[in-house]
């Protein structure tokens, strides 16, 4: 994992997928010397915009990682440029898209748990019948959970049972600056070619159709023509249909039609299960307890907690020593920039009763009414595993409960997460809220 490779996994957690792939999905590191780096994009439009535009977020990446860079120089290829084509060979011209699928995103290196299984079901089954079964397959949440890596994973198994398939991926806001280009230079016939011929549409981050009526216009009319041919549709976004705004609701209808799928921010098990698949897919010698304490340190985007890995692996690399939590510790200090948030009982109390519509006086409550006994039980069992707070201390702050009480509250909440994935989504946000 080179010193490029390492920005780009930070630009990754903090821009859109879209934005991402769209400006450095396809660039490389060519040389590194005396603190310059030698950057190989794709065309001079790619390198224009990202010295105009994302220069500072690159820098930016740098100064977090901690990177001995003084120079970024950024070259534009010469060679081997191809002219994108419309199903039957036509050129299309005019724009440099890039459909080609992430082949490191694959069903077989995607981690499942409580947070997306649902949704890894989903994608499974419209592989099986694509078209057929659950179109479109809509799926939403938060930024590096993981739907951009279903929704290739489900290109990629489709093209290995049919070769010849026409998998077309895109994003909201890279199908408008196409649809623009094309108004512009009376190409519409060739942009119709491209999307309407496809067997597969992907289009990553929607929420971006919000507003933009034209493309909203144009974007319907491509879901009608393939759905119509029972071609298979994938959309993801950061919020259900019935939440983005400015979607007209002919279009918020019909992203409704097929099923609607949530991932959700994965929980300690699952956030350790895949930086240590990471690790091992990578070759990188991961303790157990280095895995635990990446896992607790970054809060819920996996591009953060895959981040870190390189990071790691790279300081590894240069200074020849294992990893250790120690060098965890100080090579990561900016997942906790100012230090370790000191979590109070009270905060927890606080948090809880506003998840459950509770004020803390009612938590504290000396009543077995089930609406605030179950919230209280999850609130010992939080104070238990954020804080440092003994039983007895627990205990007191739940009106003098006895230390055996707040025990068996943890062992139930304990067992409950186990078969309860409503509960387990619930403490999983509350533990991402106060950390």
Request: overall charge neutral.
């Amino acid at each position: 994992m080179n010193a490029w490779e390492l920005i780009k996994q930070k630009l990754a957690s903090q821009l859109s997928a879209e934005s991402f792939e769209n400006w450095f999905g396809r660039t490389a590191l060519r040389e590194a010397q005396d603190g310059a780096i030698y950057v190989g994009v794709p065309s001079d439009a790619v390198r224009q915009y990202i010295e105009q535009e994302l220069s500072e977020a690159v820098w930016s990446a740098v100064r977090e990682l901690r990177l001995p860079i003084r120079e970024i120089v950024y070259e534009a290829n010469r060679q081997g440029a191809t002219t994108p084509v419309n199903g039957n060979g036509q050129a299309l011209g005019g724009f440099e898209p890039d459909y080609r699928l992430n082949p490191k995103f694959t069903f077989d290196n995607f981690v499942v748990g409580a947070c997306n299984q649902f949704a890894h079901a989903a994608a499974k089954a419209v592989v099986e019948k694509p078209g057929v079964q659950y179109n479109p397959l809509y799926i939403y949440g938060g930024v590096g959970m993981g739907k951009t890596h279903l929704m290739h994973a489900v290109g990629r198994a489709l093209l290995d049972r049919q070769d010849r398939a026409r998998i077309v991926y895109t994003g909201a806001e890279r199908f408008m600056n196409e649809m623009i280009t094309c108004l512009k230079q009376n190409r519409m016939s060739s942009f119709h070619a491209r999307y309407r011929t496809a067997n597969v549409l992907l289009v990553d981050d929607v929420q971006f159709l919000g507003g933009k009526d034209a493309t909203q216009d144009e974007f319907f009319y491509t879901f009608n023509e393939l759905y119509d041919a029972q071609q298979q549709i994938i959309l993801t976004s950061d919020s259900p249909p019935n939440a983005i705004s400015g979607l007209v609701e002919r279009l918020r209808s019909r992203f409704s039609s097929g099923l609607t799928v949530d991932v959700q921010p994965p929980d300690l098990e699952t956030k350790m299960a895949i930086v240590g698949k990471k690790a091992e897919a990578e070759g990188i010698e991961l303790p157990d307890e280095v895995a635990y304490f990446l896992a607790t340190k970054a809060k819920s985007n996996v591009r953060e907690l895959e981040g870190a890995l390189m990071k790691l692996s790279m300081q590894s690399s240069v200074t020849g020593n294992p990893i250790t939590v120690a060098m965890a510790q100080q090579a990561l200090k900016h997942l906790v920039p100012n230090g370790e948030k000191r979590i109070s009982i009270e905060s927890i109390i606080k948090a809880v009763g506003g998840e459950y519509g509770l004020t803390p006086v009612q938590l504290k409550q000396k009543t077995n009414e089930r609406r605030i006994a179950r919230p209280r039980q999850v609130a010992m069992y939080l104070a238990k595993e954020l804080t440092p707070a003994s039983l007895p201390e627990i205990g007191r702050a739940f009106s003098g409960k006895h230390h055996t009480t707040v025990l068996h509250s943890i062992d139930v909440v304990e067992k409950l997460r186990q078969k309860d994935e409503d509960l387990n989504r619930c403490i999983q946000r509350l533990m991402d809220t106060l950390q």
